[in-house]
Structure formats: C-alpha cells, structure tokens
C-alpha cells in the first residue's frame, strides 16, 4: 500500500487527481443522503436554501465552487494550493452535474424519471476520473520509430472518432450507453447509428413526424424490456421517480413559453395550478 501510494500516486503526480475523484464521488453519495432524507421528511436537514423566497439549487453553489476552484488552480500553482483547488472542483462538479437533468430541461426534474440523467452522468464522469487516475492509456509505451508514429496516429484517429460517436449517443440522448461504451467503445459505434431518444438534442432537431414516431415506439420498447433490469439500481442511488412529478413530453423543447393565470399575476418558482400535484420538497 505503501509503495502504491509513493509510486504510483505521489511520484507519477496523480494526488490532485485522486482528490478530486474523492471528493466528487463524497459529494455526490452525501448530495444524495441529504436530499433523500429531505424528501422523506427525517433526519436534521430541512427544505430549503433560499435567497427572499427563491429557491436555491446546489447547482449554484457548485458552480460558484468550480469557478473558485479553476480561479486558485491558476492563480496560485503548486503545492498544496493545487491539491485544494483539486477538492474544490471535485465538490463543485458533483454538486452541478447531481442536477444537471435540471439544467438541460430547464425544469425542477429531480425526482422525475428525466432526473435520472444526472445519476448516469455522474457514472460516465466518475467512469472517466477513474481511468485516468489508473493510467489507462491506448497508446501503452512511446514509440518514436515511423512504425511507432504510424501505431499512435492511427490510436489518435480511433480515440477521437470515439469520442465523437460517444458525444452522438448523448445527444441522441442514450445515457447509458454513453456510459457503457466507456468500457465497452463498440456500444458508441452502434448507438451512433440507431435511432435517438424522441426527447434528445438529436431527434428535436433532425427527426420529422415521421422517424420521430419511429423513435417513439423504440424508445417505448426499449423501456419496457430494459428499464425494469435498471431500475432498481437507480432506485438505490437516487430514489425511485415520484409520480407526482411531470416528466417533459417526448419532443418537447427543454422549456415551455409560461403563461400567466388570468388575473396577471406572475407565478414563483415552484407554483403549481390548484389542480397539479407539486414535486415533493427537497
């Protein structure tokens, strides 16, 4: 342990990164407790951070969290300045992708069944840090031979047309499978080529009447014969979705025009008609 420690963490440099995966992964499981326990109502945490009325996401702590991060990483380089901007930013980014389902939607998504998009991105993101923090690597040893340049250039070429398709999958809006071609680079190549989620970036902007009903009646069966054998490990990490909370239709742009009520008054954040169930507190 000792020997792992001082070579291959301290000598090859990796501690700010170690500390930074610490601290997201931290982040996110006691985000998760405290939140939970919000919503079913014990322990000591109680609902809400709130600025004259409005309601404060843990995103804008985490952003501001990033920004101080970034700000000391280059301002004050070097020890131990770097290895505390490195917890900074991990805290940071657990805090903001935990909602990031919010911020793509524009709506209080959280315990919908659309706010399992922050659960599996904090996945890929933790996926990522962890290779990178046991050295995984395409190209092995340098080799500076012609055969060698050749070898490393063709590994560059396939690295990025990966990381291309693995972006496709997640604005076909196939989180999972992002996640999985993490692991498994051939699951990129065939989501790239499949159908898109009817909600994703891709489908709103690619697909007519036509191939989006096509993408409907997929992703409906694709639900049905998978979501049961995930579920219950999402239900785990982030709680089961609560049915009191109205997902996005599918198509539906990431927000929708308000219309203010009859007698012209401006509705807050969080108000609901008389006639709809609010999302439960958190």
């Known amino acids: 342990m000792g020997s792992w420690w001082r070579n291959d ?6 501690l700010p990164l170690l500390l930074m995966l610490a601290a997201f992964v931290l982040t996110f499981l006691l985000t998760r407790i405290i939140t939970r326990s919000i919503r079913a109502g014990v322990g000591p945490f109680r609902n809400n951070v709130s600025a004259s009325g409005t309601h404060v996401h843990h995103a804008v702590p985490g952003i501001i969290l990033l920004i101080a991060g970034a700000i000391t990483a280059i301002a004050a380089p070097g020890s131990p300045w770097i290895e505390s901007a490195a917890v900074v ?8 992708l935990d909602e ?12 919908s069944a659309e706010g399992r998009v922050s659960v599996e991105l904090i996945g890929l993101t933790t996926a990522v840090l962890g290779l990178w923090l046991i050295g995984f690597s395409p190209f092995g040893e340098l080799d500076v031979s012609v055969s060698g340049i050749v070898l490393q250039l063709t590994f560059t070429a396939a690295l990025i047309l990966h990381g291309v398709l693995a972006l496709v999958a997640v604005l076909k809006g196939k989180y999972r499978s992002a996640l999985i071609s993490t692991f498994v680079p051939i699951v990129a190549w065939v989501t790239a080529v499949r159908l898109a989620r009817p909600g994703s970036w891709w489908a709103r902007h690619n697909y007519g009447p036509k191939r989006m009903a096509r993408a409907v009646a997929r992703a409906a069966k694709t639900d049905a014969r998978w979501d049961p054998r995930w579920g219950w490990l999402g239900d785990l990490v982030a709680g089961s979705p609560s049915l009191a909370v109205p997902s996005p239709p599918p ?23 008389a006639d709809t169930r609010t999302a439960p507190p958190r």
């Open 9 to 14: 963490i301290i000598a090859e440099g990796k």
């Open 100 to 111: 990031f389902a919010l911020i793509l939607h524009l709506q209080d998504v959280y315990w």
């Open 251 to 273: 198509g539906a742009l990431p927000s929708s025009p308000v219309t203010l009520p009859a007698d012209g008054s401006v509705p807050t954040e969080g108000s609901a008609p």
């Open 89 to 96: 930013v991990g805290v940071g980014m657990s805090l903001v």
